[in-house]
């Protein structure tokens, strides 16, 4: 039958790829985050947010919800009486980063509200109670949220009354009522939300056992699967492989992935069998390798993959083992990478028996030293391809960037993917006005390295018309 499972891991080992020996090097005990009070929520969550400014984690704490928002490069004993962020009144069940400030942070509670913050420059030095934006639309608590990949201020969010919220917080109102959509497709929790790049869909596996995928602007559904042998908990849409990844369990209780075809989710291309263990398996994709992770709730083990777009789809790597078990894991945006030691991906590991945070680098072993261009391409912006405005129109745009070099700025996307400061409201506070002040600075820099960059290139291209201006033999001229 094609829903029955097939093993590839037996594959031979010999095929060619850059990433076949890919390495996991855990931080040495000076860079870890320690006395992290990290919380006890059983949710089957991150619990930890990264960006390359700032790591943020849920905490436990007595009465109702709060989260640590430390500098990332806080590392060391954490003061027990660091300041938090806790405006809401129930436990927080998830946070996730603004893709495109990093000073702007999402949270969702048991109390039915989804908070959003604004970070001051110098991080948390006084608990912050006052979220910029405050979205009310919930009747049950929110589980889950995400940021929309490539419009700004779009923020989607679901919750125990089975609904997907889409909000748009570029409004002048601090309280936000009413999202722009609701979706009601789910006849159960959502357990799992995940969009392809330039974000016109996303996937969704919910506690009814049915994978769906959905347009983002209408709420369209799509696709539905319903497969008897897998039990889907988590959903990734794999870039623009047109391909969906599940982890779950199999009909004996086993953990499996399965692989599915985007427009076609009747049946499984594959599924595979991993282990007996019971722990939820959060996979994690960087789109950038193709490489796929797979980090077991409890375990501390994270086994990878490389994915293809042709047969046999998955290829075994290796596997990253530890005694340390994982109850999340945060995941550092790719312009925070150190690409001097070819690092591809950097995972922050929760150690809630030790109340660590321990970031994991994934490497790729090179010699050189230089950088390595054909491990970082082209990549997920920091800036918005399209504001929240130009997105509800119904415009949709990929918004990438040349990979983790931008971190220094010595490549960045074209301008049309950057933000029109034009057009930007005007500062209403003191903080909004110096980050408006820093990101034009920035957008100075850039532009005058933009326009170094066009000079030079002028330059070469009228000594090579002269070139071969000069080598054209006089009798054809």
């Known amino acids: 039958s094609p829903c ?27 860079s870890c985050y320690d006395g992290v009070p990290i919380t006890r929520s059983v949710q089957d969550n991150n619990f930890c947010a990264v960006n390359p400014r700032f790591l943020a984690v849920i905490t436990e704490c007595a009465g109702g919800g709060a989260f640590l928002v430390l500098s ?19 436990n927080v069940l998830d946070i996730k980063w603004n893709p495109f400030n990093d000073y702007c942070i999402a949270s969702c509670s048991e109390d039915t509200t989804v908070k959003v913050w604004e970070i001051p420059l110098h991080g948390v030095l006084k608990n912050l109670t006052t979220p910029w934006k405050e979205l009310q639309g919930h009747s049950r608590r929110v589980g889950l949220i995400e940021w929309h990949p490539t419009a700004n201020n779009i923020l989607f969010s679901t919750a125990y009354d089975y609904q997907v919220m889409i909000w748009n917080l570029d409004c002048p109102e601090q309280v936000i009522k009413n999202p722009v959509r609701t979706i009601s497709h789910h006849t159960d929790v959502v357990l799992s939300m995940s969009f392809n790049t330039d974000g016109s869909q996303f996937a969704t596996t919910c506690k009814d056992r049915k994978i769906r995928l959905m347009e983002s602007h209408s709420g369209n559904l799509l696709q539905e699967a319903n497969c008897k042998t897998h039990k889907a908990s988590k959903v ?23 692989l599915w075809d985007q427009d076609d989710l009747s049946v499984p291309l594959l599924e595979e069998n991993l282990d007996g263990s019971s722990g939820v ?38 596997e990253y083992r530890s005694h340390l078990p994982q109850k999340g894991m945060g995941v550092m945006p790719k312009r925070g990478l150190d690409v001097s030691s070819c690092e591809v991906f950097r995972f922050y590991k929760l150690v809630t028996i030790k109340g660590l945070i321990e970031p994991l680098s994934m490497i790729v072993p090179r010699r050189s030293e230089s950088y390595q ?33 931008s971190q220094d700025d010595r490549s960045r996307t074209p301008l049309s993917n950057g933000e029109d400061l034009a057009l930007c409201s005007p500062p209403r506070t003191e903080n909004e006005l ?5 990101k034009q600075q920035e957008e100075i820099r850039r532009l005058r390295e933009l326009l170094n960059q066009r000079d030079v290139r002028i330059k070469q291209l009228e000594l090579e018309i002269k070139n071969i201006k000069n080598s054209q033999p006089q009798s054809s001229l």
């Open 434 to 438: 110096r980050l408006k002040f820093h």
């Open 72 to 90: 990332i490069h806080h590392t060391g004993k954490v003061d027990p009486t660091h300041p938090r962020v806790s405006g809401h009144r129930g």
């Open 4 to 30: 029955c499972p097939v093993l590839m891991t037996w594959r031979p080992q010999y095929r060619s790829s850059k990433f076949r020996h890919v390495f996991g090097k855990a931080a040495t005990k000076e």
């Open 236 to 258: 990734l849409v794999l870039g623009n492989l047109k391909k969906l990844v599940t982890s779950g369990t199999s009909r004996w209780n086993e953990r499996q992935i399965a």
């Open 281 to 318: 398996l959060f996979p994690f994709y960087d789109p950038d390798t193709h490489m796929l992770y797979l980090a077991g709730k409890g375990d501390g083990n994270i086994r990878y993959y490389e994915i293809s777009s042709e047969k046999p789809y998955i290829q075994y790597l290796t």
């Open 373 to 405: 261009e054909d491990i970082y391409p082209m990549t997920a912006s920091n800036r918005p391809a399209l504001t929240a405005e130009e997105w509800l129109s119904g415009i949709d745009k990929d918004g990438k960037q040349d990979s983790a070099r």
